[in-house]
């Protein structure tokens, strides 16, 4: 069942979980699959997090399985469990290599199901995770998306045991609705094109900083990678990479991805070296200090 608008957490509250979902992905993993809470309340109040914020969002990561208890070192602090690695490596292909375009003459995926109303739940849990890999709406519980989907819609249709509920093609486009029209009433192609223009906006003043030799302190960089994989974390998930003959010749996708892959090769370097200064030993605080027992 959907959250309903006044029982979902506070914008606040949201992006202190969403960056410290990037911060594991693209920091703790590297290091190792682990993070001193310490090290960790100091690099997120510099991307400009408050420790409250900090753990909070590591309580509730702590609670959905994601993290538990580890003292390393003598420095207390979390390891990522196997429910968080997997989650996280699902992602990896989507976030890091950006789905390339389909080849049009691969054909579709299309999913019709029929779930009843008492199981309404189930039901938007089918089309969330279609969603997520890129499927869009077509008709009433008709869903399509390149060919290559087909895997994937059919795993996330058997975790949720509606196998029985859905019928599964695969085929070829061959006459009636234009095929342009009908993948711009599948998907909201203008907004996802905005979003990929806004990420282009926001960094490349970032990318031109660097070219110029002026982007090299460490906390710097670190905050630029954290904020550059925290924006972008969501944006592949929204393209289901469609063929280049249904887009519009200025569609923004590319040019982003170039973008983003740029400044991952330039930053991420440098922000893991920053961080590992925050892993090395010191003193171990007493949980009235570093406020970490009211997680555990």
Known sequence: MSETKSARPPAATRRSRTLLVSFLGAVVRPMGNWMPIAGTVELL??????????RTAVFRLKKRGWLESETRSGLRG???TPTALEALAAGDEVIWH?????????????????VPESARAVRHQLTAHLTSLGFGNIGSAVWIAPARMLPAAQRAIAELDLTEQCAVFVGDYVAGQQLTAMVRSGWDLAEIDLRYREFI??????SDRLAAGSLTDGEHAFVTYLSVVDHWRKLPFRDPGLPPEVLTEDWSGPAAVRLFEHLVAELDTRALAHAAHH???????????????VLD
């Open 279 to 293: 892993w090395a030993a010191q003193p171990r605080p007493t949980a009235a200090e570093d406020g970490d027992a």
């Open 78 to 80: 979390y390891a990522l």
């Open 98 to 114: 950006a789905r390339q375009p389909a080849d049009l003459g691969d054909g579709w995926c299309l999913v019709n199901f029929s």
């Open 201 to 206: 906006d926001d960094f490349e003043p970032a």
């Open 45 to 54: 109040a510099q991307a400009g997090l408050d420790a409250s914020s900090v």
